[in-house]
C-alpha cells in the first residue's frame, strides 16, 4: 500500500501522507515524497502543493525501527533540498505533532501553517544526538538564532502559538486544516515568494551571546553531550555558509549517533515506549475510571490529589475530622496556587482544579466512585482501618489501592472482600510531579485490577514498572544497598563530600549523603527501628548514630554536614567526625571516578538479585525506576544499561 496519496483542488496539489501510527520517516515514506516532487514539478496545472498527514498527527520523526541501522536512501537531508528546491512551493500543514525529521521536512517547505493544537519541534538530544537534517541550521533562519538555540538544546516542543511567535509557523490555521491550508498556499501565490530557507540571512549575535548560552546549556545539560554540541552547530549556522554549516551538522549527528550516551538514552526511549502497555498484560482490559477517591491529605495525598485533578478525574478525599479535611484541601491549595505562580496554571484553571475535589470524613460518600488510593501513616494498623472502612463502603467491583512505600501489601490487604481487586500503587513524592509509580499486585489482584493500574499511569502522564513484593519494592531496596554502601565507604576512610562529590560529577543531582539531609536521617531511621522492634536483626549504622545524637538533617541544622541558619550549603563537619569516631577510618585512595563506579556497582548488584528473585520484569524497569525515580542520569541509561556494557 503506497504511503502517500496525490489529488487536486484546483491548482493545489495535496500530498497526503498516510504512514501509521505516526507517519515516520521511514525509507519507503522518503522515497514517496521524494518521487511526490518530480511529479508535481512536471504537472504544468499545479502552482503550489500541500503537505498534510493522514491519522492523529504530521511526522512525527524518524522510524524508531531504523534506529541503529545503516540510513538507506534517500537521505533525509537530500529529501529535505529536494523539496525546498521544488519548483512548485510547498506548504507544510501541521497537526499533531511535526519533530524531528518531520520538522525538518517542514522547513524544507516555503510555508508552514498548523492546527492551534499542534506542537513543533527538535527533540534528537534526547536521545543523545543533534538534529541531522537541517534543523540547526535552517532553524534560524526562520526563526533567529536565539529561537533555534531554545528548541535544538532543550528539544522541548513548542505549540503552534508560540512558535507562531518565534517565527516557526507561519500561520495557525482555526477549523478545518486542509481547507485552511489550500486557501493559504492559493494566497501565498499572489504575494512574492519568500527566500527559500537556506538562502535566507542569518544574524550572528556576537561572543557575548555564545559564552553565555555555553554556561547555560552546560548546566542545565548535567553531563549530557548533545546539547552542548547542538547549540556548536546552531553557531556554525549562524557563522558559516549554509553548506558549511550543514556538512558539520551532518558530521556532528554522525559522531554523536554511536556514542555510549546515545546507545544509553536510544535504551531509555524503547523502555519508555514500551512502559505502558507492558507485554506480560496480554490482552487483559482495564476498568473504566471516572472518579478516584484518596484517602489522606497530607503531603502525599495532597499530591496525588493534583495529579488526578491534572488528569481530569474529579476526586473525593476523606479525612478523619473536619480540621483534617480543611488541612488536605489547603495542602492542595498550595501545589494549585504554585502551579499559578510558575505559569503552569491559569488562576481559571487553578479554580477549577479545586472545584473538582470534593472533602469529607464520611466513608458513605464513596459509594459510586471507581477507585479508591489510600494514602494515609504507614503504620499497618491504621492502614488496616481504612481498607476495612473501605470494604464496607465501597462497590464490590471498586479498585482499592495502596501506596505504601515499605509495608508488605499482602498484611495490608488482609481481610479485604474480592482481594483480587486490591493494587499498591506506590507514587513518588511530590506525587503531582514525580514520573515513577510502582505497582505492587498481591497474588490475588486480578488481571483487570494490574492493566487499571497501568491504564492510570498513562492517564496521569507517569512511568509504571510493577514490582513484586520485597521490602522496599524495587526503587527503596536499591535505595538502601546504595546508601549503606556509601556508608561502608566512609568506614573504610573515605571522606563524606568526597563521596557526594564523585555521584554530583557522575550526573546525580546531590549525593547520597546530602540527599539523606534533605529528606531528613529519620525517616530511613524510624525503618530500621520498626523492623528492630519487630525482632529483626538490624545493625546499627552510622547514620542511627547522628539520628540519636539529634542530626536528622537540614531541619535541625546538621545531619552528615553541618548548616548554617537560613543556609542550604552544606558544611563538613567537625561534630560528626567526633560523633562517628572509631567507626570511620581516614585517607582511603580512591578517584571520585573510582567512588561512583563501585556505587554504581553496588546499585547493579542490587537489581541483578531483584532481577534474579523475579521481583522486576527485565533490566530496563529496574533503570526506569532509577532514572524517574531517584534522579539517576538519563544519559547514563541506568545501573543495570551500565553493567551490560561493562560485561
Given amino acids: 500500500?503506497?504511503?502517500?496519496?496525490?489529488?487536486k483542488q484546483?491548482?493545489?496539489?495535496?500530498v497526503t501522507v498516510d504512514n501509521p501510527p505516526v507517519n515516520a520517516l521511514g525509507r519507503d515514506l522518503r522515497q514517496a515524497l521524494w518521487d511526490a516532487v518530480a511529479t508535481l514539478d512536471a504537472d504544468p496545472e499545479v502552482r503550489a502543493v500541500v503537505l498534510i498527514c493522514a491519522g492523529r498527527t504530521f511526522i512525527a520523526g524518524a522510524d524508531v525501527r531504523e534506529f541503529g541501522k545503516p540510513p538507506e536512501p534517500p537521505h533525509l537531508p537530500d529529501l529535505v533540498d529536494r523539496i525546498e528546491g521544488a519548483q512548485k512551493p510547498w506548504v507544510a500543514a501541521i497537526h499533531g505533532s511535526a519533530l524531528g525529521g518531520g520538522f525538518e521536512v517542514a522547513l524544507g517547505c516555503r510555508?508552514?501553517?498548523?492546527?492551534?493544537s499542534a506542537s513543533v519541534g527538535l527533540p534528537e538530544v534526547s536521545l543523545g544526538i543533534i538534529p541531522g537534517a537541517s534543523g540547526t541550521v535552517r532553524t534560524p533562519r526562520v526563526a533567529g538564532v536565539a529561537a533555534a538555540v531554545e528548541l535544538v538544546t532543550s528539544g522541548r516542543p513548542v505549540r503552534a502559538k508560540k512558535a507562531l511567535e518565534m517565527g516557526l509557523i507561519d500561520d495557525v490555521i482555526a477549523g478545518d486544516l486542509l481547507a485552511g491550508a489550500v486557501e493559504f498556499a492559493r494566497a501565498s501565490l499572489g504575494e512574492p515568494l519568500p527566500l527559500p530557507v537556506s538562502q535566507r540571512p542569518v544574524a550572528d549575535p556576537g561572543d557575548d551571546f555564545w559564552t553565555?548560552?555555553?554556561?547555560?546549556?552546560?548546566?542545565?545539560?548535567?553531563g549530557a553531550a548533545a546539547p552542548l554540541r547542538a547549540l556548536a552547530s546552531v553557531r556554525k549556522a549562524a557563522t558559516a555558509p549554509f553548506a558549511e554549516a550543514m556538512a558539520y551538522e551532518r558530521q556532528t549527528f554522525l559522531d554523536l549517533r554511536g556514542t555510549d550516551q546515545a546507545a544509553a538514552l536510544r535504551a531509555v526511549f524503547f523502555a519508555e515506549r514500551g512502559a505502558p502497555r507492558p507485554a506480560h498484560l496480554g490482552d487483559a482490559k482495564a476498568a473504566a475510571l471516572k472518579s478516584v477517591a484518596v484517602i489522606g491529605g497530607g503531603t502525599m495525598g495532597a499530591g496525588i490529589i493534583a495529579a488526578l485533578r491534572d488528569a481530569g478525574l474529579p476526586v473525593t478525599l476523606i479525612e478523619r475530622d473536619d480540621e483534617a479535611v480543611a488541612r488536605g484541601l489547603a495542602n492542595l491549595r498550595k501545589i494549585v496556587d504554585g502551579g499559578v505562580k510558575r505559569g503552569k496554571l491559569t488562576e481559571a484553571q487553578a479554580e477549577a482544579r479545586m472545584q473538582g475535589v470534593t472533602g469529607t470524613t464520611d466513608y458513605a460518600a464513596l459509594a459510586d466512585v471507581d477507585m479508591v488510593i489510600e494514602a494515609v501513616f504507614e503504620e499497618i494498623g491504621v492502614k488496616r482501618e481504612v481498607f476495612a472502612a473501605l470494604d464496607r463502603h465501597c462497590r464490590a467491583d471498586a479498585i482499592l489501592?495502596?501506596?505504601?512505600?515499605?509495608?508488605?501489601?499482602?498484611?495490608?490487604a488482609e481481610g479485604v472482600s474480592n482481594p483480587g481487586r486490591f493494587i499498591g500503587l506506590h507514587f513518588f513524592s511530590p506525587a503531582n510531579v514525580m514520573k515513577l509509580l510502582e505497582i505492587v499486585p498481591v497474588p490475588e489482584t486480578s488481571a483487570q485490577t494490574l492493566a487499571t493500574g497501568f491504564a492510570l499511569a498513562k492517564t496521569l502522564g507517569k512511568i509504571p514498572v510493577q514490582a513484586g513484593i520485597c521490602e522496599g519494592f524495587i526503587g527503596n531496596r536499591i535505595l538502601k544497598r546504595y546508601r549503606a554502601a556509601a556508608e561502608d565507604l566512609v568506614r573504610k576512610g573515605v571522606a563524606i563530600a568526597d563521596v557526594d562529590a564523585a555521584m554530583r560529577g557522575f550526573g546525580m543531582a546531590m549525593g547520597p549523603f546530602e540527599a539523606q539531609d534533605l529528606g531528613g536521617l529519620d525517616i530511613a531511621w524510624l525503618q530500621r527501628e520498626g523492623a528492630r522492634a519487630a525482632g529483626q536483626d538490624v545493625p546499627e549504622t552510622l547514620g542511627d548514630v547522628l539520628v540519636t545524637a539529634g542530626r536528622k538533617g537540614q531541619k535541625t541544622g546538621g545531619g552528615w554536614y553541618d548548616y548554617a541558619e537560613g543556609d542550604r550549603k552544606p558544611r563538613p563537619s567537625a561534630t560528626v567526625t567526633?560523633?562517628?569516631?572509631?567507626?570511620?577510618?581516614?585517607g582511603a585512595a580512591m578517584s571520585l571516578e573510582e567512588i561512583a563506579d563501585h556505587l554504581v556497582a553496588q546499585m547493579a548488584a542490587e537489581g541483578q538479585a531483584i532481577l534474579d528473585e523475579g521481583i522486576a520484569h527485565q533490566p530496563s524497569d529496574i533503570d526506569l525506576v532509577e532514572i524517574h525515580g531517584y534522579g539517576f542520569p538519563r544519559w547514563r541509561g541506568g545501573p543495570m544499561f551500565i553493567a551490560s556494557r561493562k560485561g
Avoid at 510555508?111 to 492551534?116: G, K, S, Y
Avoid at 553565555?212 to 548535567?222: I, T
Avoid at 495502596?402 to 508488605?408: F, I, V
Avoid at 567526633?578 to 581516614?586: D, K, P, S
Fill in 1 to 7: 500500500m503506497s504511503v502517500t496519496t496525490i489529488s
Fill in 10 to 14: 484546483g491548482d493545489i496539489a495535496v
Fill in 111 to 116: 510555508f508552514r501553517v498548523a492546527l492551534e
Fill in 212 to 222: 553565555a548560552q555555553e554556561a547555560a546549556v552546560g548546566k542545565a545539560a548535567k
Fill in 401 to 412: 489501592a495502596t501506596n505504601t512505600s515499605y509495608l508488605d501489601p499482602r498484611d495490608i
Fill in 578 to 586: 567526633g560523633l562517628l569516631g572509631e567507626r570511620i577510618g581516614t
